[in-house]
């Protein structure tokens, strides 16, 4: 929105003619929307359910994400050492990867202690007797730092394999990064989807607004007319733009919140099987902000478009 | 000034104005006048930049206005008071809001705002109209609040295109004494009208046009 038209007097400043023009803009506009409350009302539940299912989809995503952080602890990568390693080196090695930054916890699994625990778990005593010797590794069991992703796993995992004594490296990750996966699947189907419900709302916005411009069609000719810049015949189409974007932006998050209360009894009852404590999926003020901004800039922006439009059309009529 | 020098304004199938030369000296009234059809329209329209010639040049105090383009536009059209036939009132705002329009546009303070819309209003005798809204005036009280709106802002040039052209004589003839009026302060004035009965009234220049081009200019005996 651009400043005030040239033309000014006394000591009323250019800064004050811009915000008396931008105060005259928004009320009027504003008088405008609520003028008509039957329309103004439908595209504002049209927007707000546009906005409102995606916004619900993306909540319960992360509220998904929350629960299963953390579940069961980062998997344990289990390293098998070279049959030839003594204790020494065995010894050596679980001090070194103790210390590692990606490392919660190493520690050492004897291989004299392994049979043992073997043998007597297992009940083939006899059979391990008529071994010349013993079978089982030293091996290394590894835990990751806590909050270690997939890929940070995966990254330590290589890093082991690089060691000398390491013959093979069993990684117990499949499950997280099906997970992973699965929730990476639905944000993309979240992304898609809110996007074009969202294109759909604006578009119901301009809609709203291109009627209601070929409504004042004459004012607008009639105010370019008499010197009104293109700036000045936009500002309360604008105005109103941003009206109809914010008004949805708010009943998006009563239905947002609403519709929370309702997947709340549900979803804490999941919580409690896997003895998370019970929460509320609700709006944090981030996303309230997100919401509302965003459907203001919706509005907005459609708002802009059409009367872009609108006065290029005039212009070459 | 205003200069049209050599102006032409061609259509796809006919010439709205050939080559068409005329001078209306600053400070001075001047009428323009024709048969529907002959022009009058498409030049005012090409001097307010609603429509650009396709030959020649038009000048605005010396300033060629082939310049003026894009966002010059605006503060251009800023310079000239404009009447319309019908009037062009916004019917949703109040007389004052109707008059106040172009002060609003320029930005001026509510203040003065308020003592140049009332002494618009004073001079086209509807002060006490103020808080009206235009449905509920009469044809020349709409008119006049037109008159009111297009000189507010104290422009250079005044153009009135066809301003009694709903009205009857005795109203057409205060509307023209009040142009004649602002012509004394110093105002440019240029009135579109067909009526040759009301210019012969009054001794300034008229501008006759006749299929686009200049049939007569001068003072009317």
Redesign the interface.
């Known amino acids: 929105m651009s400043r005030a038209e040239p033309g000014v007097s006394d000591n009323w400043g250019q800064w004050s003619a811009w915000r008396a023009q931008h105060r005259v803009a928004m009320i009027s506009s504003w008088r405008r929307v609520v003028a008509r409350p039957g329309s103004t009302w439908l595209t504002w539940l049209v927007l707000a359910i546009s906005l409102a299912l995606p916004s619900s989809m993306l909540l319960t995503l992360d509220s998904v994400r929350q629960v299963t952080q953390g579940l069961g602890g980062a998997p344990q990568v289990s390293v098998l050492l070279h049959i030839e390693a003594d204790s020494s080196a065995a010894l050596a090695l679980q001090r070194r990867v103790d210390a590692w930054p990606g490392v919660a916890e190493a520690a050492l699994v004897d291989r004299e202690q392994a049979l043992a625990e073997f043998t007597e778990n297992s009940g083939f005593k006899d059979l391990v007797d008529t071994l010349a010797y013993n079978p089982l590794p030293y091996t290394l069991l590894v835990k990751p730092a806590e909050g270690s992703d997939v890929t940070m796993v995966r990254q330590l995992s290589v890093q082991l394999e690089a060691e000398a004594l390491a013959a093979r490296v069993i990684v117990d990750a499949q499950w997280m990064e099906r997970l992973e996966q699965l929730l990476r699947l639905g944000l993309r189907w979240i992304e898609g989807l809110g996007g074009a419900m969202i294109l759909g709302a604006v578009l119901v916005v301009a809609n709203t607004l291109r009627l209601s411009i070929d409504a004042c069609r004459e004012e607008i000719i009639v105010v370019r007319l008499i010197g009104g810049s293109d700036a000045f015949a936009r500002r309360p189409f604008l105005y109103a733009g941003l009206w109809y974007g914010l008004g949805g932006g708010v009943v998006a998050a009563v239905l947002v919140w609403g519709f929370g209360l309702w997947l709340s009894g549900p979803l804490n009852a999941l919580l409690l099987l896997y003895d998370r404590p019970a929460q509320l999926l609700w709006l944090n003020p981030q996303y309230l902000v997100a919401l509302l901004f965003g459907a203001a800039t919706m509005g907005w922006l459609a708002s802009w478009w059409v009367t872009k439009r609108f006065l290029s059309r005039l212009d070459s009529a | 000034m205003i200069e049209f020098d050599r102006v032409s304004r061609r259509f796809a199938d006919r010439d709205a104005l050939r080559n068409l030369s005329l001078t209306i000296p600053t400070g001075e009234m001047a009428f323009l006048t024709g048969h529907s059809g002959a022009g009058k329209s498409t030049l005012l329209r090409l001097l307010?930049l609603?429509d650009r010639p396709t030959g020649g040049e038009i000048r605005i105090q010396g300033d060629r206005t082939s310049q003026i383009r894009g966002?010059a536009v605006?503060?251009?059209?800023?310079?000239?008071g404009?009447v319309f036939q019908e009037h062009?009132l916004?019917f949703d705002r109040t007389v004052y809001d109707n008059v106040a329009?172009?002060l609003?546009?320029?930005?001026?303070?509510?203040?003065?705002t308020a003592r140049r819309v009332r002494a618009a209003l004073d001079k086209v005798g509807l002060l006490a109209r103020e808080r009206a809204y235009p449905a509920s005036l009469s044809g020349g009280e709409q008119q006049r609040v037109g008159i009111a709106?297009?000189v507010v802002?104290r422009p250079e040039f005044l153009v009135a295109d066809e301003p009694t052209g709903n009205l009857d004589p005795r109203l057409s003839l205060e509307i023209m004494s009040l142009f004649e009026a602002f012509n004394q302060v110093g105002v440019t004035v240029l009135v579109a009208t067909h009526d040759m009965s009301l210019i012969s009234r009054f001794r300034h220049q008229a501008i006759t046009l006749e299929s686009g081009h200049l049939a007569e200019a001068g003072v009317p005996l």
């Open positions: 307010l609603l966002r605006a503060p251009y059209r800023r310079r000239f404009i062009q916004l329009l172009p609003e546009i320029a930005g001026f303070s509510p203040r003065d709106r297009a802002a």
